[in-house]
């Protein structure tokens, strides 16, 4: 999907069309008051992919318990350093590599045959934890009543052979419970552990807290905090609030925000700059810059310092609800604090003047931007195509798209709905499917979501030919082949003014 057949491409190179085949405009066109580099530089961010961590070669390669003691056992006799033999991070390693692909039962059965196969080796926390975060990981049935027996059974597996659960081993089991999905599991395995061994330090205990923030509502987490601190003398930290502030900000309740910053005063704590720039983001997000320009103040007065991150913030929130000219005299106020504008900053004060209208303007600031060393990245880029576009600057975004083609970087969901769509109300039909194409070459996203947005454009065509509307070419095209040859039933008729239709999608509403 994403190619158009021969056929189809030999018709739209039909010298009648508007400049069928190519988004480059001609040579002989005017020069302009903008200028776009050729190419991203080298060190785009998101040009070259990242180099990745080549990945250690598997020793077992099989789950077959047979096969990982024959590795085993060939590996103790051939190893020249007695050290080696002892050691138990060696054993430790054999062990995580096994676990990896193995079963529960498996694994402690080839730890086992490891003590016997080497006396010399005794089995440290370390091992014990390897076992404990498979058990927490790989339950076949993680809603049966007994599917805590594993771990169980690795914790009196422990205390059999005098190691004794601590914190470290609290934490390795509700981690690796949590990062499985299975809160509730390890909830009930941090009290069991409180009651049987020791109290987990504030660190599982924020690690749950967070967990249950994503999954459960906050009541439900109150209560944990509140029977954690009456049973079991554990008291919510800094982070602890933090983590809840973040959490109800990003449900939008500012209210019950700003009364858990009364109540981490009133436990002692001092809100730090993580605090309130949560509690600012919370207001950008609902565009509600002034409450966010009030938090900066009672900051400011509180005489917690404002980070790079704060006047991101405040710039992207002014920006977003039309504060452009507030947002830009921050830029003054970050350089007398010594913090100069990144890409974050520049691309929000890009998104506010486009969400005004001043695409031009954005596009001015791309080069103000380079000029100060600063690189811009691919949201950059398909901040300003977006603005562009709905800005009825075809032109200027066909300039734009050009230098992302040519260094390689891809488009974001909103930014290809609105060029494509941009295009088609140009009657640039053929650009249109080629930068179709390049989505889906370039891996911008899904083949499905490149062809939807396609697909949404035709179906306006359509409506505008049932509507009686005239084209000014009497050229209609089948286009049954992007439905696999299904028989659509939608037709491509060239030249239709369907502005009202394209540009008046919800979708295709600029975004931050």
Not at 67 to 73: C, D, G, P, S
Not at 225 to 237: A, L, N
Not at 266 to 283: A, L, Q, R, S, W
Request: charged fraction near 20%; hydrophobic fraction near 35%; aromatic fraction near 8%.
């Amino acid at each position: 999907m994403g190619k158009i057949p021969p056929a189809f491409r030999s018709a739209i190179q039909n010298p009648q069309f508007r400049n069928p085949s190519s988004l480059v405009p001609p040579s002989s066109s005017s020069s302009k008051p903008h200028r776009f580099p050729k190419k991203p530089p080298s060190h785009f961010p998101g040009k070259s992919p990242k180099p990745q961590t080549p990945k250690a070669p598997t020793l077992f390669k099989s789950p077959s318990l047979q096969e990982a003691k024959t590795v085993f056992n060939s590996i103790i006799k051939t190893s020249h350093s007695a050290n080696a033999s002892i050691d138990p991070r060696f054993h430790n390693s054999l062990l995580q590599s096994y676990a990896s692909i193995s079963t529960f039962d498996d694994s402690l059965a080839f730890l086992r045959h490891m003590s016997a196969a080497n006396p010399s080796f005794y089995p440290d926390r370390s091992t014990y934890h390897i076992l404990l975060s498979q058990t927490c990981t790989n339950d076949s049935d993680p809603d049966s009543p007994s599917s805590l027996s594993p771990i169980h059974k690795t914790l009196n597996l422990m205390v059999k052979e005098g190691v004794t659960p601590d914190k470290s081993t609290a934490d390795v089991a509700v981690r690796s419970l949590c990062s499985a999905g299975r809160v509730d599991h390890a909830v009930e395995l941090f009290k069991e552990l409180s009651l049987k061994h020791c109290v987990p330090d504030t660190y599982t205990f924020n690690c749950i807290v967070k967990h249950l923030c994503k999954c459960r509502t906050l009541s439900t987490v109150y209560g944990f905090i509140d029977e954690m601190r009456g049973s079991f003398g554990v008291k919510p930290d800094l982070v602890t609030y933090t983590i809840l502030i973040d959490n109800v900000c990003n449900t939008k309740n500012l209210r019950e925000a700003l009364r858990l910053v009364s109540v981490l005063n009133e436990e002692g704590f001092k809100p730090d700059c993580f605090v309130y720039n949560t509690i600012m983001k919370g207001y950008c997000m609902l565009s509600r810059g002034s409450e966010a320009i009030e938090v900066y103040n009672k900051m400011k007065d509180d005489g917690v310092e404002p980070d790079l991150v704060t006047y991101n913030t405040l710039i992207f929130g002014l920006s977003k609800c039309g504060r452009v000219v507030e947002a830009k005299k921050l830029l003054r106020v970050m350089a007398d604090k010594g913090f100069f504008p990144d890409e974050v900053t520049y691309t929000s004060l890009m998104n506010g003047m486009c969400r005004k209208g001043d695409a031009l303007d954005a596009l001015a600031l791309l080069g103000e931007m380079e000029d100060k060393g600063c690189c811009p990245n691919s949201c950059t880029y398909n901040t300003l195509l977006h603005g562009l576009c709905k800005s009825r600057l075809l032109e200027k975004a066909v300039e734009l798209y050009g230098v992302m083609k040519s260094g390689g970087l891809k488009l974001e969901t909103a930014s290809y709905a609105t060029f494509v769509r941009a295009l088609c109300r140009d009657d640039r039909i053929a650009a249109a499917y080629e930068v179709f194409d390049y989505a889906v070459e370039s891996k911008s996203f899904t083949d499905v979501a490149a062809y939807s947005t396609l697909e949404s454009t035709l179906k306006w065509l359509k409506k505008a030919k049932e509507k009686g509307q005239k084209s000014q070419f009497s050229s209609v095209l089948p286009l049954q082949f992007l439905l696999g040859g299904g028989g659509c039933g939608v037709y491509l008729v060239w030249g239709w003014d369907i502005s009202h239709g394209l540009l008046g999608n919800p979708k295709a509403d600029f975004e931050a």
